[in-house]
């Protein structure tokens, strides 16, 4: 989908270093034709710049933000507390403890500054462009049909990669596996 469109979708990371599993939140987003803007900007290392941008996503119109960090990933977290937009907070594996650290950081907020919290690393960044889309969904008609399409393609795939085993009879040399297509099971 490459229309062109109002961005709806701000995604903020820590360091260019998350960009490689950040970017992730971006493809889903294309896929269901979700306009977004992606930044950089520590909350850590360069608070200034992160409280601009946010007012600045504020004032551009978008509705939801993403934030990815890793370590001490207070990112999302001080994103959440500066702004009423709904914040999704993706926990990045770039420390010693392999994201651990980010996931707790992010999803142990106090009571009163919610971020919704992904699972560690692309899946979490993948899943907070879905998350995303569907909370703009919620007064998109159109959208919500795009994402009705990705649901079922996405069964679509599995029953195909399903297909594909059985024909291979890869699943009969799996011990104690039997296919569903398998009368006798
Ligand atoms: N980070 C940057 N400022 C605050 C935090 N928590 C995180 C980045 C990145 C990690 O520190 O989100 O995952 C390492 O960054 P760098 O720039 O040293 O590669």
């Given at each position: 989908?490459?229309?062109?469109?109002?961005?709806?979708?701000?995604?903020?990371?820590?360091?260019?270093?998350?960009?490689?599993?950040?970017?992730?939140?971006?493809?889903?987003?294309?896929?269901?034709?979700?306009?977004?803007?992606?930044?950089?900007?520590?909350?850590?290392?360069?608070?200034?710049?992160?409280?601009?941008?946010?007012?600045?996503?504020?004032?551009?119109?978008l509705r939801v933000i993403?934030?990815?960090?890793?370590?001490?990933?207070?990112?999302?977290?001080?994103?959440?507390?500066?702004?009423?937009?709904?914040?999704?907070?993706?926990?990045?594996?770039?420390?010693?403890?392999?994201?651990?650290?980010?996931?707790?950081?992010?999803?142990?907020?106090?009571?009163?500054?919610?971020?919704?919290?992904?699972?560690?690393?692309?899946?979490?960044?993948?899943?907070a462009g879905v998350l995303?889309?569907?909370?703009?969904?919620?007064?998109?008609?159109?959208?919500?049909?795009?994402?009705?399409?990705?649901?079922?393609?996405?069964?679509?795939?599995?029953?195909?990669?399903?297909?594909?085993l059985e024909k291979r009879?890869?699943?009969?040399?799996?011990?104690?596996?039997?296919?569903?297509?398998?009368?006798?099971?």
């Amino acid at each position: 989908m490459n229309e062109t469109k109002q961005p709806r979708v701000g995604i903020v990371m820590g360091s260019d270093s998350d960009l490689a599993v950040m970017e992730q939140a971006g493809v889903v987003l294309d896929e269901l034709g979700v306009g977004h803007v992606v930044t950089i900007a520590s909350a850590h290392r360069a608070p200034d710049l992160l409280r601009a941008w946010i007012r600045k996503a504020e004032t551009q119109g978008l509705r939801v933000i993403i934030a990815g960090a890793g370590g001490a990933a207070h990112l999302a977290g001080v994103v959440a507390s500066e702004t009423l937009l709904p914040v999704i907070g993706v926990p990045l594996d770039s420390s010693a403890l392999h994201g651990l650290d980010a996931l707790l950081a992010t999803v142990q907020m106090p009571a009163g500054v919610p971020v919704a919290t992904m699972a560690i690393g692309k899946a979490g960044a993948k899943n907070a462009g879905v998350l995303a889309a569907r909370i703009l969904a919620l007064h998109d008609d159109r959208l919500a049909k795009r994402l009705i399409e990705y649901r079922t393609k996405m069964a679509q795939d599995v029953e195909k990669k399903a297909k594909d085993l059985e024909k291979r009879g890869g699943a009969k040399r799996t011990p104690g596996f039997r296919p569903a297509s398998d009368p006798a099971s």
